[in-house]
Each structure stands twice: as structure tokens, then as C-alpha cells.
């Protein structure tokens, strides 16, 4: 079996779905259940075997060293983090203790494990750390696409924390041989993404009626990827990438955010034709320390790996749209009390 961190997430429960969905090796899925983690996107793994949940922190050492003895996982796929930016600006220290500290007390589980096993399970034990792009820094429109070896320049909490936990696990590769893998992804979209973020967020408000929030002048890139292309390439670096290897994924989907909302717009409209949701868009007060542009440069992936991307911008955003169409229910239960203070302390008290 594999070990899942943070699978009652966005990514992470994509993740489960699609690797259940196309094997039967089972996966032990360790989750907090912060205000992200959401056990009903495994709903339909509810009475399957293959899928066992353990709500657990993953900076708690001593259920994560009974859980690894007791299942023996061939892996660890990690992607519980602390994700949102903007929360990382209002209060950075959850962000340092799951991303950094969290990370790290994993890394410590994870190595002890490793070094308790016969020799071939040694070779095949895979620790992949799933990372994002935003650790390289902030990109002017001309620059070249973030590569493997573009230099760190993290410049918010969340990046920064990220950043931290990419050269935790770079240096348990290089100081003590533990077999790790580090996938760095571009923005991911798609079902089950918690309405903070960008798309969700705009596909919500623009059916509720309510503002579209662009912050500053909209003018800021992103490289957008649909999340089942992110799952696929976890499983590409996880079946056939290197030791101590770094893998960069995107889907050469640049598009400033006011382009994105348009298109949003567009899209509803062909389902709603009798609405202009365009007129709901507001500009609102910029980030502090926007970064202005990402684009990743996937080019080691694709050939060394032989991963592609499915989806394109378009296909994928109207399967994202549809998704939250269908699922009313999944949506009342989200948009509960805590996420409405969210809402209030960022977008209104601001
Ligand atoms: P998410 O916020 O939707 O989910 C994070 C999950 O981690 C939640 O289920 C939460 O309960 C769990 N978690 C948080 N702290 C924990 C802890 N201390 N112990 C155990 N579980 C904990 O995030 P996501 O968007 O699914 O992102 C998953 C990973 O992918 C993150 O590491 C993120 O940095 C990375 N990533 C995300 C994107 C993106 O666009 N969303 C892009 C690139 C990389
Ligand atoms: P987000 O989904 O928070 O992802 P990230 O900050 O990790 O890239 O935001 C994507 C882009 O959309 C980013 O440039 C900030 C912008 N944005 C808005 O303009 N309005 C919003 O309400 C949000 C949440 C984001």
C-alpha cells in the first residue's frame, strides 16, 4: 500500500479517487481535517476497503511511526499543507508548523521507517513531496519559465514555507540517502477545490450573485493545470522518476486573472444566457507582495517521463464549472459558519 498525507483535501482527494479509480493497491490516507480537509470528497470510498483514513497530524510522531510499522507502506505521497496564500498573509504560523515544522517531523517518521526495512524495500521506498511553483519567486512578462534550475525567491509566507520544506526533504536525500522525489506544480483547478481559491471562488459568487473580487489590476499570470493532469504526473514521478530528483509540472496554460474570470463568465453564460455575469466583477485592493507572474517550463517531465497533460484550459474549466453545478450539497456544507468569517475578515474588513 501507499501512504497518502492530506487526502481530505483538493489534490490529495483527487488523488485517492483517480489511484483507486485505476489500481487496487490500497492507500492509507492520513488527514487533520483542518478547515480544507473535507472527509465527504472520499464519499464514494465510503465501504472500500482499499481506502483507510486515520485523522492525524502529520507532525505527530508517534501515531505516524505506530501507522507506518503497523501498514508498511511502499510510499509516502505528502501533500497535507497549510495552501492558501492570502491565510498565509493573515497568519503565518499554522503555514510554518504543518509546511516546515509538520514537514520535517514526517521527513524524521519517514527516515526511521525506511532505515527499519530489508534491503529491497529499502530500493523501492519512495518519499515524493508535492510542491508548487510559487517557491521560484515572481516572474516579469519576458522572463524565461521557471525550470528545475531556477533559484529560489519565495515571497510570501505560504511560498516561503513551501520553499523551506523542499530543502528539508533536498537534504534528507543528500544527507542520509532517503529515496525522495519533489514534484513542483503550477495552479491546479478542478472538483472538489475549496471555494477560497481563485476558480471556485468565482464560479460561487458569480451564481450567488455577488462580487467577483479581482484583486489590483487583474493583470497577474498564472499557469493554470487541471487537477487530474497534476494526479497523473504524481503517478508518473512516482512510478518511473529518479531519486532525489526535482520535477516541475504545469500545463503551458498562462492567463492573466481578469482573462480567467472572463472566461468564466463566458461559460456560465452559455448556461445561463439570460445573465451577463461580467457586470459582477469588482476590482478590489491588491495583495501584499503579489507575485505577478508564473509559467512553468515542464520540459523534463515530458521527455524524461513521457508525462503529457490532458486537458486543456478550456475542456477543463467546463468540467470544472459543471462539477460545481452538480454539487449543490457539497457546497452548502462548505460555505458553513467558519468559512463565512473567512469571507468577512478577508473581503470585507479586509
Ligand atoms: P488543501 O488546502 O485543499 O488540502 C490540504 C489538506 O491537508 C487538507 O485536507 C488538510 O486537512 C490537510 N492538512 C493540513 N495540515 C495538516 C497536518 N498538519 N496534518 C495532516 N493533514 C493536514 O490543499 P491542496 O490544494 O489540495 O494542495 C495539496 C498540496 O499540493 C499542498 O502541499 C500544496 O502546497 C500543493 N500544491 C497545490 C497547488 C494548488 O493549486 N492547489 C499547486 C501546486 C502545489
Ligand atoms: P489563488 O487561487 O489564491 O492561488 P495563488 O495565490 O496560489 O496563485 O489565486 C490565484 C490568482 O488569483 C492570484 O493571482 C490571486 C488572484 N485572486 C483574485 O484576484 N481574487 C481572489 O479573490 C482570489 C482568491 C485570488
Redesign the pocket.
Known sequence: MILV?????????NFILEWLGCGDEAVLN?????????IDNLAPLKSDARHIFVR????DTSTIGTLLKKYQPRAIV???????VDRSIHGPA?FI???IV?TFRLLESARAYWQSLPDDARQSFRFLH?????VYGSLSADDPAFSEMTPYAPNSP?SAS?ASSDHLVRAYYHTYRLPTLT???????GPR??PE?LIPLMIINALAGKALPVYGDGKNIRDW?YVDD?CSAIRTVLAKGVPGEVYNIGGNAEMANIDVVHTLCRLLKEIYPDKDFTEQITFVKDRPGHDRRYAINAEKICTQLGWRPRETFATGLAKTIRWYLDHQDWLDAVNNKTYQQWIDRHYVQG
Not at 56 to 59: C, F, Q, V
Not at 183 to 189: L, R
Request: glycine share 14%; with cysteine.
Open positions: 498525507t492530506g487526502g481530505a483535501g483538493f489534490i490529495g482527494a492520513i488527514d487533520k481535517l483542518t478547515y480544507a480537509g473535507n492525524a497530524d502529520i507532525g505528502h501533500f497535507a499543507a497549510e495552501s492558501h499554522d508548523e504543518t509546511n509538520g508535492v510542491s508548487t511553483d510559487e505560504y513551501k514534484t513542483n506544480c503550477s495552479n491546479n483547478y477545490q475549496f481559491k493545470l497534476h
